[in-house]
């Protein structure tokens, strides 16, 4: 989508070590309010994240 884990990471305020681990799937079950924060920055909605 054009952002850096980075930025992701400072625009939700989930850890950049925790952006990671979900993007590489070494995290296989983040909790629901992590990824609404992230589906919110993406602007997509949290099913889009785990299809």
Not at 30 to 46: D, F, Q, S
């Amino acid at each position: 989508m054009g952002i850096s884990q980075d930025r992701l990471s400072k625009i939700t305020d989930v850890t950049y070590e925790t952006i990671i681990k979900i993007e590489s799937g070494a995290n296989k079950n983040p909790t629901i309010k992590t990824l609404a924060k992230i589906a919110k920055a993406l602007e997509v909605a949290v099913d889009d994240l785990i299809k």
